[in-house]
């Protein structure tokens, strides 16, 4: 089936450091590729996506490419900062039933020291 | 701006008592979902629904049943609580069920079962 894995953690880094968080994909079809970022305490935020093979997805001077020759949706930031803290998600989209639905990796804790 | 709110936050059960998890969202979205966070396991899809009336199961949808009664409202149901579900538990919402990644988290609700 579809399936996630992505970088164990703890990854710790000092501030402006360069981070790279590995994921990979398995799945059937075309799926879209996504990071979710989870700071402590709350819910699940969309960082970043992308649709299609060969985008680009970019917010807050995060980065990840989709690379369907890898299978890999790989998640990169050139100079870390203390609020960057958070637990990442890599995510895919596929259709099941009548809905799409995410699936997600375990998730990589970010700690960055100042 | 309430977006998804999930009620309660923590809850304490003892084995084979029963609770209800509610969320709600005031952004008029058709799907909806309830996730469980487990350490190192990601986020595993509970069950869902894709509109008013309907529910469907997702990976995990043993020991909980659900109901959507009002668009607005997703009920996650456990009929007699297990330790193997003490877990935290997350509500999502979404427009185009999960086609555009845009899911909407709450801030998730605590459960522990002794």
């Known amino acids: 089936g579809d399936s996630v894995t992505q970088m164990e953690g703890p990854v710790t880094l000092s501030e402006e450091a360069f981070l790279t968080i590995n994921c990979t994909y398995t799945?059937?079809?075309?799926?879209?590729l996504f990071w979710y970022v989870q700071y402590p305490g709350e819910g699940l935020q969309l960082l970043l996506k992308?649709?299609?093979?060969?985008d680009k997805g970019s917010n807050k001077g995060f980065e990840a490419t989709y690379r369907k020759e890898t299978t890999s949706f790989h998640l990169e930031k050139g100079s870390v900062q203390v609020s960057d803290s958070a637990v990442y998600f890599c995510?895919?989209?596929?259709?099941?039933?009548?809905?799409?639905?995410?699936?997600f990796g375990s998730g990589t804790q970010l700690t960055v020291l100042p | 701006n309430a977006g998804v709110t999930q009620t309660p936050k923590f809850r304490v059960l003892k084995t084979g008592q029963s609770m209800t998890l509610l969320c709600a969202q005031d952004?008029?979205?058709?799907?909806m979902y309830w996730y469980r966070q487990d350490p190192g396991m990601g986020l595993r899809l509970i069950h869902y629904?894709?509109?008013?009336?309907?529910?469907a199961k997702g990976e995990v949808p043993d020991g909980y049943n659900v109901s959507r009664l009002k668009k607005q409202n997703f009920l996650l149901g456990l009929e007699s609580a297990a330790p193997s579900q003490t877990s935290v538990y997350f509500c999502?919402?979404?427009?185009?069920?999960?086609?555009?990644?845009?899911?909407?988290f709450g801030e998730g609700s605590r459960l522990t079962v002794l």
């Open positions: 999502a919402s979404g427009r185009t069920g999960g086609k555009s990644g845009e899911l909407f």
């Open positions: 799945a059937t079809g075309y799926p879209s």
């Open positions: 952004m008029n979205h058709e799907y």
């Open positions: 629904s894709v509109g008013e009336g309907t529910t």
């Open positions: 995510a895919l989209s596929v259709r099941a039933g009548s809905a799409r639905q995410l699936t």
């Open positions: 992308a649709t299609k093979a060969d």
